[in-house]
């Protein structure tokens, strides 16, 4: 499974605290870094539909 979270630090941990005292198995974790692109296409998606 693969998703996407928004949160502070203290929350990234603490989700990945519950997760492993679910005991559910994490293969990895890891950050997506966003480049000056990627948020301007975040921004300015779906614009030209308004």
């Known amino acids: 499974?693969?998703?996407?979270y928004r949160g502070?630090?203290?929350d990234?941990?603490?989700l990945l605290k519950?997760?492993?005292?679910a005991n559910?198995?994490?293969y990895a974790?890891?950050?997506e870094?966003?480049?000056l692109e990627d948020v301007f296409m975040a921004i300015t998606k779906g614009a030209d539909n308004q």
Do not use: G, M, R
């Open 8 to 10: 502070t630090d203290v």
């Open 24 to 26: 559910l198995p994490i």
């Open 1 to 4: 499974i693969a998703f996407n």
């Open 18 to 21: 519950k997760a492993i005292l």
């Open 12 to 14: 990234q941990v603490a």
């Open 29 to 31: 974790l890891s950050e």
């Open 33 to 35: 870094e966003k480049d």
